[in-house]
Structures are given as structure tokens and as C-alpha cells.
């Protein structure tokens, strides 16, 4: 079992950067894939972006694709999403989850077996 605890959210103006981190304990770390979702208010959540067990292979939402980076440090048992160009519409709460899945699940939240309790990300225009 893992549990998931992100760090880092808050405000920034349009354009500006943010980083956040999700931070796991419990076993086998390494062997999970590694997502970040985001839920708006009154809006489903969605997928950001995604990360394999050995950081070989990462995956971007269309949205976030040229602006955010997904990364890991599995001897800190750490998952990044560093944010540049924030734009007003990424404001929402940001989930990291850990997957038993491959790639092939990435971007389904149901296929994500842990969840973090989210950060809030908010970015004023």
C-alpha cells in the first residue's frame, strides 16, 4: 500500500511558475506509474500528466504539453509537476495517484489505485 501527501500548491499570477510535489510512503514505490490529475470546480477530473515506474517514458496532457514536466526521484520517493507559463484555467486542485498500470491506463483516474488528498493550485490573470 502507498500513501500520497502533495506539497506545494498556492497562488501565482498568469505566466508565473509553480512546482509541486507528492511525497510517498509504504512499499514498492519505484513499481508504481506515477500521475497528476486536476479537478476544477464543477468539472471532472482530468489528467495532467504521467510518469513509468523507471522515469523512462512520460506522457502530457495536450493542455500542459510544452509548459509542464512530470518527474520522479524514486530514491526520495518523490513525484514532481513543475508548471511554467501558468495560464487562469489550471487553476484547480492537483492530485498525484500511483498505478499498478502501465501506460496503457494512464489516463483513466479508475485505473489509479491511491490517491493523495490534493494541493490548490490557484493562478490569477
Known amino acids: 500500500q502507498v500513501q500520497l501527501a502533495e506539497s506545494g500548491g498556492g497562488l501565482v499570477q498568469a505566466g508565473g511558475s509553480l512546482s509541486v510535489s507528492c511525497s510517498a510512503s509504504g512499499r514498492a514505490f519505484s513499481g508504481y506509474t506515477m500521475g497528476w490529475f486536476r479537478q476544477a470546480p464543477g468539472k471532472q477530473r482530468e489528467f495532467v500528466a504521467a510518469?513509468?515506474?523507471?522515469?523512462?517514458?512520460?506522457y502530457d496532457a495536450d493542455s500542459v504539453k510544452g509548459r509542464f514536466t512530470i518527474s520522479r526521484d524514486n530514491a526520495k520517493n518523490t513525484v514532481y509537476l513543475q508548471m511554467n507559463n501558468l495560464k487562469p484555467e489550471d487553476t484547480a486542485v492537483y492530485y498525484c495517484a500511483a498505478s499498478y498500470y502501465d501506460s496503457t491506463y494512464i489516463y483513466t483516474p479508475a485505473k489509479y489505485a491511491y490517491w493523495g488528498q490534493g494541493t490548490q493550485v490557484t493562478v490569477s490573470s
Open positions: 510518469i513509468s515506474w523507471g522515469a523512462g517514458r512520460t
